[in-house]
């Protein structure tokens, strides 16, 4: 999990239990208020537990009658409770999460992260890659009927090599990390689907607790130049991130001693670290090859490293069924 957003998650924590005390508080101070009757067995409640502890403390008596004359307080408070038109646990804690208690872990003495705080973990990755709660870009909402069903290679239609592409990124998703080839480069022109794929992919992997990182082609290069003229280790998130997705390479200007270096540096040495690099393009390989020379494209075009999935036919934002 990265660190950042542990931090972030760990404050927002923390402010769910002041707000949860507040409303505690706020709930003792209308009982002790508008209910005495009800306030008055809280108190013997709580003189009960504190007394008995501080006599056994002292040796002066004992716990065996506590839990049932516990019982029968705890009952009486329900219904006093009840008869006034409060809920029966009005006067009990104020959780969130009853399980970790509004920390965000559980277990003792070793302490793992809660359901609640896995969930909200990759809730603030989908929202800082742009995956909100209502992404429409998943492979759930894949919808095979807005692609037009006519062929474009081999008798093979754009519905059909659409659906393998996205079946494919889909078990590569499903199998993460153990999969095959660590990385993938989909191609082909404007509006065929690619980012949809990508970012379908980055939904699922963050389902499954991975960590994804999303930027665009521009936003990679932005970096790499703050990195290469301010001395800045700009690129240090997208060499440590397990899965790296690259939106629209090819759309980003050439700068010369950097753009090329970078790209190569970054796919090389991911690479080299065993990290995955999904890369979206609306280049060929040649023409992949022509913009960053053949060092890049033939870390790209290795088929026990890459895997290589075009799509082809119409654009898919002007076709009208």
């Known amino acids: 999990m990265r660190e950042d957003l542990l931090n972030e998650l760990k404050d927002e924590y923390e402010t769910i239990r002041s707000a949860n005390e507040k409303e505690e508080a706020e709930r003792r101070s209308r009982i002790n208020r508008n209910y005495p009757e009800i306030a008055s067995l809280v108190q013997e409640r709580e003189n009960l537990v504190f007394g008995t502890i501080?006599?056994?403390?002292?040796?002066?008596?004992?716990?065996?009658?506590?839990?049932?004359k516990m019982e029968n307080l705890?009952?009486?408070?329900?219904?006093?409770?009840?008869?006034?038109?409060?809920?029966?646990?009005?006067l009990s804690p104020v959780y969130r999460?009853?399980?970790?208690?509004?920390?965000?872990?559980?277990?003792?003495?070793?302490?793992?992260?809660?359901?609640?705080?896995?969930?909200?973990?990759?809730?603030?990755?989908?929202?800082?890659?742009?995956l909100g709660k209502n992404a429409s870009e998943t492979f759930e909402k894949y919808d095979s009927s807005l692609i037009p069903d006519?062929?474009?290679?081999?008798?093979?239609?754009?519905?059909?090599?659409?659906?393998?592409?996205?079946d494919k990124c889909e078990k590569w998703a499903d199998r993460y990390p153990d999969v095959q080839q660590r990385d993938i480069l989909l191609t082909g022109g404007s509006g065929l689907g690619k980012t949809f794929l990508m970012r379908a992919m980055a939904a699922r992997l963050i389902e499954r607790g991975q960590n994804v990182l999303i930027v665009s082609a521009y936003t990679?290069?932005?970096?790499?130049?703050?990195?290469?003229?301010?001395?800045?280790?700009?690129?240090?998130?997208l060499m440590e991130v397990p899965v790296l997705m690259v939106d629209d390479l090819g759309s980003e200007p050439l700068m010369q001693n950097i753009t090329v270096e970078q790209l190569?540096?970054?796919?090389?040495?991911?690479?080299?670290?065993?990290?995955?690099?999904?890369?979206?393009?609306?280049?060929t390989l040649q023409e992949l090859r022509e913009r960053y020379t053949e060092r890049v494209a033939?870390?790209?075009?290795?088929?026990?490293?890459?895997?290589?999935?075009?799509?082809?036919?119409?654009?898919?934002?002007?076709?009208?069924?």
Do not use: W
Request: aromatic letters at 6%; charged letters at 30%; a positive charge.
């Open 54 to 68: 501080k006599k056994i403390l002292h040796g002066t008596a004992e716990a065996e009658n506590l839990p049932e």
């Open 74 to 90: 705890n009952r009486l408070i329900e219904q006093k409770l009840l008869k006034s038109g409060l809920p029966a646990d009005y």
């Open 97 to 130: 999460c009853a399980v970790c208690k509004d920390t965000g872990y559980t277990g003792e003495p070793v302490r793992e992260p809660c359901e609640c705080l896995k969930k909200a973990y990759q809730q603030k990755i989908r929202d800082r890659i742009g």
């Open 150 to 166: 006519e062929p474009v290679s081999n008798g093979v239609t754009q519905r059909q090599l659409t659906g393998i592409a996205r």
């Open 220 to 237: 990679f290069l932005q970096m790499a130049r703050k990195s290469h003229y301010e001395s800045e280790n700009g690129v240090q998130e």
């Open 264 to 283: 190569f540096f970054l796919i090389n040495e991911r690479q080299n670290r065993g990290m995955s690099t999904v890369i979206s393009t609306n280049l």
């Open 298 to 321: 033939s870390r790209l075009n290795n088929p026990k490293n890459c895997m290589i999935l075009t799509l082809a036919g119409r654009d898919l934002r002007k076709f009208e069924r």
